[in-house]
C-alpha cells in the first residue's frame, strides 16, 4: 500500500469508488471519466507502478488481472467483445502510477491504433 497512491487508497476503501469485481488478486472499478458504454480500471491489489514494474515476482497478479477481466466481461454481458489498453508511462499516457487495464466495450469501437 502506497499511501500517495490514488487506487491504493480506492483498494483500501479510503476513496469512493463504484466496485464490480474484487478478489484476493483483483481490485475493479468504474472509470470516473468513461469513454465507452462500459469502462471500467482492472487494478492488481499489490502496488505495481506499471508495466516496466511487472517481474517474476509479482507477475501472478498480472494474470488474476486477466482471469478476473473474463470474468468481467462476461458479468458485464461484453459476449460481442471488448478492448482492454494499458497505458505505461509518460509517452504511454498514463496518468495514475500504478498498474491498471482499461476494460472498454458495450459499443462497436472503431478507431484503432494498430
Ligand atoms: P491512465 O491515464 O491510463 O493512467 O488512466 C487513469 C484513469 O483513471 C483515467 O481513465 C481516469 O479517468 C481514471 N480515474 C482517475 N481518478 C479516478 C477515480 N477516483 N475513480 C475512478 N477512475 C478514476
Ligand atoms: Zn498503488
Known sequence: M????LFCRIIAGEIPSSKVYEDEYVFAFR???PQAPVHILVVPKKHICCACGIN???SL???KCFEAIAKIAKQEGLMNGFRVINNCGEDGGQTVMHLHFHLIGGVKLSEKIL
Request: charged share 30%; glycine share 0%; aromatic share 8%.
Open 56 to 58: 517474476e515476482n509479482n
Open 31 to 33: 472509470d470516473i471519466n
Open 61 to 63: 497478479y498480472v494474470a
Open 2 to 5: 502506497d499511501q500517495d497512491c
